[in-house]
């Protein structure tokens, strides 16, 4: 596609449930990373992969939080068992290469009641 | 570990003056340099970045930035700033040969008067 396209834009869920965002990152862009943005902060690294491959998983804050993109192009970042500090913005970007720029997408406000 | 430093939460100028957003880095190696600015209720939209070369980097929107290895800096700059400008800009860092995660810093509110 044109751009980095993350869905669902917005996802409000109860204490205790499971969800899932969605990232379609741009065709062709071998590497894909998840951020996590407080309001008023800079970005935090979640996770990256490179192709089908997850590389880097070490900001995942803990165990209820995984990733995956089976094919090497989308890719779903679950949350279990959702608590109210899970409330953020997850951003998704991708990359052509190790020296090229990230494209990121509009983000997946989460919001946790 | 590699850390980005943004002094200056917000940053005021005057329409047409010129504007400086300051950032720090440390990493291990040699740095690669982002600069990305954020609209309200909008995605993060690329700027320029520094991977070698020359020190100054022009980007998009008249923006450029200037890298000084030995003061650890990459400084934001803009010879003429616009009220469209009012942004949030955030710097972000990462080691050329380890690590590919970004750090970024906290960010700064930029805001130009009319």
């Known amino acids: 596609g044109a751009g980095v396209s993350q869905s669902p834009r917005y996802k409000v869920t109860k204490r205790g449930q499971d969800v899932a965002l969605r990232c379609d990152p741009i065709?062709?862009?071998?590497?894909l990373y998840w951020y996590r943005q407080a309001l008023g902060q800079g970005p935090e690294f979640l996770t990256y992969?490179?192709?089908?491959?997850?590389?880097?998983k070490s900001g995942l804050p803990n165990d209820r939080f995984s990733a995956e993109r089976p094919e090497g192009s989308i890719s779903t970042l679950t949350i279990q068992r959702t608590e109210q500090r899970d409330s953020a913005m997850y951003r998704c970007?991708?990359?052509?290469?190790?020296?090229?720029?990230?494209?990121f997408g509009s983000g997946t406000r989460l919001t946790v009641v | 570990a590699q850390s980005v430093a943004q002094p200056e939460d917000q940053v005021n100028v005057a329409e047409g003056n010129p504007l400086t957003v300051k950032c720090t880095y440390s990493?291990?190696?040699?740095?690669?340099l982002f600069w990305y600015v954020q609209y309200p209720n909008r995605g993060l939209q690329f700027l320029l970045k520094?991977?070698?070369?020359?020190?100054l980097v022009k980007g998009s929107y008249g923006f450029e930035a200037e890298f000084n290895k030995s003061q650890t800096s990459f400084h934001l700059k803009k010879p003429s700033a616009l009220v469209s400008d009012s942004a949030l800009y955030f710097c972000?860092?990462?080691?050329?040969?380890?690590?590919?995660?970004?750090?970024f810093g906290s960010g700064t509110r930029l805001q130009v008067q009319p």
């Open positions: 990493v291990s190696g040699n740095p690669y």
């Open positions: 520094y991977i070698t070369g020359d020190n």
């Open positions: 970007a991708s990359s052509i290469g190790d020296e090229a720029g990230y494209t």
């Open positions: 992969f490179n192709y089908e491959a997850q590389q880097d």
């Open positions: 065709s062709g862009h071998v590497s």
């Open positions: 972000a860092v990462r080691s050329l040969t380890g690590r590919r995660a970004l750090t």
